[in-house]
Every structure is written in structure tokens, then in C-alpha cells.
């Protein structure tokens, strides 16, 4: 019979494919909050046309920065799993809640989130090239219901992934793998991304505002540090099990 020490050494490619996916995501991410703050310079549009007509202008910026989410979320895919193997053996019941809370957000940003955006791209250019204001009012009318409900599904993509690396980040403060300093670390961030997300629903509340700003860059900035140990752990493993 295996020890559970040969069983972990198994999975040592695996994290340090986790960990360097980490790193990639969160630069991903500090790229694309940097293009997001360019992209609503002048605010977030107040009403469908206005929102058509800002995008119509930076369309090459706006599927860029929608299509690297994308990319983003498909890199967390093998990460969300790493991370939740090593942590099980810490607290198994708040790693897996973790995982649940980070794949339904992986999975809900691509296909809901980030189509509805990228779909939102499209009519923006349709109504860049419409000939008449009647055929704008069409794209206008059918932009309608995807920019009311971008907003929910904003504080959705906010607001679970936070959840769920929040649990992660508790685990964390006592953890074999992770220091406990960067379970503080991912508390902070992770409820400055809770507080943050509502902030599309809430768009006059200046503080709500200032947590959605500052949540990603230094999300991003936490995930590569987890991705940096994650990698350092697999390699760890690797070396223990030449040795042997």
C-alpha cells in the first residue's frame, strides 16, 4: 500500500503545472484591470446607447479584454484543482467548498458573463456601421437587456470567486503548504472583492466603487503569489521523490 506521502509525490507535475497557470492568470489579470480602467476613462456608460457608442469606439480594446477573462478563466481551471488537493488534507470540507465556489465562477464568467460582454461587442459594431438611426434604435433594443443584466453578472463574477478563495484563504492561516500570512493576505483581498462587487448595482457609493478598483490588481497580485508556492510545493515533492 502507498503512504500518503508517495500518494502526494504523484502529484507533483500536476502542481507545478497549478502553480505556474497561477502565475500566468494573474498577470493576465493585472492586464486586464489596467485595460478596464482605460476602457471606462470617462465612467461607466449610464444607458444602452451610451454604452453601445463607448464600446463602438474601442472595439478592438473591449474584445481584447473580454476574450483575455476568458483565456483567464480557463487558465484557473487546473489551478482550482491543485489547490483544492493540497488544502484537503488541511480542512477537506472548506477546501471543497472552495472548489465548488470557484468552478461555478469559473464556469459562470466564460459563459455568461463574458459571452453577454463579447455579445455586447458585436452589436456596438453593428451600430457603429447602421445607416440610419432607425436601424441604431434596432441595435439599441436588442443591447437592452444584456447591458441591464451585465451588471448582476458582474457582482455574480466578483462575488463568487471572492467566496470561495476566501475559504481557501482561512485554510490558509494554518496550512502545512501556505504560509499563514498569505491566508491574511487573501482574507483582505478576497473581502475587498466581496465589498467590491457590489458596486455595479451600487454605482454612487464611492467606497463600493474604490474595493471593485483596487479588488483585481491586488487579487492578481495574491493568486501569483499562491501560484509562485504552489510551483515551489510540486517542485519540493519532485525532489523528494528522486531522493527516494
Known amino acids: 500500500m502507498r503512504s500518503p506521502q ?3 509525490r504523484n502529484w507533483s507535475d500536476f502542481y507545478r503545472l497549478g502553480g505556474v497557470l497561477t502565475v500566468l492568470m494573474g498577470i493576465q489579470w493585472l492586464v486586464a484591470s489596467r485595460m478596464a480602467s482605460v476602457l471606462y476613462a470617462s465612467g461607466y456608460p449610464s444607458d444602452p446607447e451610451a454604452y453601445l457608442q463607448l464600446v463602438s469606439q474601442q472595439q478592438l480594446r473591449a474584445n481584447i479584454l473580454w476574450s483575455l477573462w476568458i483565456v483567464a478563466d480557463l487558465l484557473g481551471l487546473v489551478p482550482m484543482v ?19 465556489l470557484v468552478g461555478f465562477y469559473l464556469f459562470y464568467d466564460i459563459s455568461v458573463t463574458e459571452l453577454n460582454s463579447l455579445t455586447l461587442v458585436s452589436l456596438a459594431r453593428g451600430y457603429a456601421t447602421a445607416a440610419s438611426d432607425a436601424l441604431k434604435a434596432g441595435y ?10 451585465l451588471a448582476l453578472q458582474t457582482v455574480l463574477s ?4 471572492a467566496i470561495g478563495w476566501l475559504f481557501w484563504s482561512v485554510i490558509m492561516l494554518n496550512s502545512r503548504v501556505f ?12 473581502v475587498i472583492g466581496i465589498v467590491g462587487s457590489a458596486a455595479p448595482v451600487v454605482p454612487a457609493s464611492f467606497i463600493l466603487g474604490l474595493c471593485q ?17 504552489l510551483y515551489r510545493h510540486g517542485r519540493k515533492l519532485q525532489i523528494a521523490a528522486a531522493q527516494t
Request: charge should be neutral; charged fraction near 10%.
Open 6 to 8: 508517495s500518494e502526494e
Open 82 to 100: 491543485a489547490i483544492y488537493l493540497v488544502l484537503r488534507s488541511d480542512n477537506r470540507s472548506l477546501a471543497l467548498i472552495g472548489a465548488l
Open 140 to 149: 439599441v433594443a436588442a443591447a437592452t437587456y444584456g447591458y441591464a443584466a
Open 158 to 161: 466578483f462575488g463568487l470567486g
Open 179 to 190: 504560509s499563514s500570512w498569505m491566508g491574511l493576505l487573501g482574507i483582505i483581498v478576497n
Open 213 to 229: 478598483f483596487l479588488a483585481i490588481p491586488l487579487a492578481a497580485l495574491w493568486v501569483i503569489v499562491i501560484g509562485i508556492r
